[in-house]
């Protein structure tokens, strides 16, 4: 099972960018997904989460610019956002907790994409 993510780039301030992560592999389901940030010299944080179910929990400093979704058929997951600051640069990574077919639940991180936000 992998998390591959997609969509970072560069961007200039006011700018949107979409990430994608998708999982791949041998899946029965995924529960939550998560959304983390890691910025240079700073340690990661969350970011966004999304339930199987589609509830959300969203970091304030990201509250009301970005937006986390999913498609569960597709198992994949999203983070649309809008009104980009340079202080959102940072590699982004998606984490998700992966059920398999045997075996316990897997908590299985992505390689990051990198989002850079120029003023």
């Known amino acids: 099972v992998q998390l591959v993510e997609s969509g970072g780039g560069e961007v200039q301030a006011g700018g949107s960018l979409r990430l994608s992560c998708a999982a791949s592999g041998s899946i029965s389901g995924i529960d939550t997904m998560t959304w983390y940030r890691q910025a240079p010299g700073k340690q990661r944080e969350m970011v966004a989460h999304?339930?199987?179910?589609?509830?959300?929990i969203y970091a304030d400093p990201v509250k009301g610019r970005f937006t986390v979704s999913r498609d569960n058929a597709k198992n994949t997951m999203y983070l649309q956002m809008n009104s980009l600051k340079p202080e959102d640069t940072a590699v982004y990574y998606c984490?998700?907790?992966?059920?398999?077919?045997?075996?316990?639940?897997?908590?299985?991180w992505g390689q990051g994409t990198l989002v850079t936000v120029s003023s």
């Open positions: 999304i339930t199987a179910g589609g509830n959300t």
């Open positions: 984490n998700a907790d992966v059920r398999a077919p045997v075996g316990p639940m897997m908590i299985i």
